[in-house]
């Protein structure tokens, strides 16, 4: 019982982390977007002193640092939560299927933050402030390791997703294999009622 809570505190913490990071990395180019167009005041005359392309570039460039901040940070939170998982499924043997998934999502996760993240960041910066129609090729590449990641994502939700089935399905399994006094002195257990 213990187990299975604590996997599945640190299963919302995981699910949690990683929805958060998705949805700040898209809100917060949305809101350079917006910030580009209706500058405040204290700043519409400093912009009006760039070009059309550096002031709104500006605005999405702090963005763009404050999201690569963040998927590294994000990216050894991760790797905290997700060996966590994975020493706790183990060194339990809750579940054997578990235990590999876990395994594989520790993979993933090491891909993501020690070799794609670290392009991401060093070519997102390259970019920075350079003309669409510029360095065609940095760009596609760009592309494919962004697409990549987004992949690598999809599969670690996938991984994360299937151990919390095979957890939901034991917990249904156990109940079901309980005798009706062991399910009527747990009720009592937890109504605080001490059988004598």
């Not at 913490?13 to 949305?30: D, E, K, L, P, Y």
Request: hydrophobic fraction near 50%; aromatic fraction near 10%.
């Amino acid at each position: 019982m213990h187990v299975r809570r604590a996997i599945t505190f640190l299963l919302g913490c995981w699910f949690t982390t990683v929805t958060v990071v998705a949805i700040n990395a898209g809100v917060s180019f949305n809101i350079a977007e917006v910030a580009s167009k209706t500058p405040p005041s204290e700043l519409a005359r400093p912009l009006s002193m760039m070009s059309e392309f550096e002031a709104r570039q500006f605005p999405r460039y702090i963005a763009s640092e404050i999201n690569r901040s963040m998927f590294e940070r994000f990216g050894l939170i991760e790797l905290a939560l997700v060996i966590a998982i994975a020493l706790t499924l183990f060194m339990h043997g809750y579940s054997r299927a578990a235990t590999i998934l876990s395994g594989v999502l520790f993979i993933m996760a090491c891909a993501s933050n020690f070799l794609l993240t670290p392009q991401l960041v060093a070519q997102g910066r390259m970019l920075d402030f350079r003309a669409a129609e510029m360095f065609q090729q940095e760009r596609a590449r760009f592309a494919n390791i962004h697409a990549l990641y987004g992949v690598l994502t999809l599969l670690r939700l996938a991984c994360g997703g299937g151990i919390t089935w095979i957890m939901l399905k034991r917990s249904r399994s156990a109940y079901r294999r309980r005798s009706p006094d062991e399910i009527y002195a747990v009720d009592n257990a937890n109504n605080g009622e001490v059988d004598g």
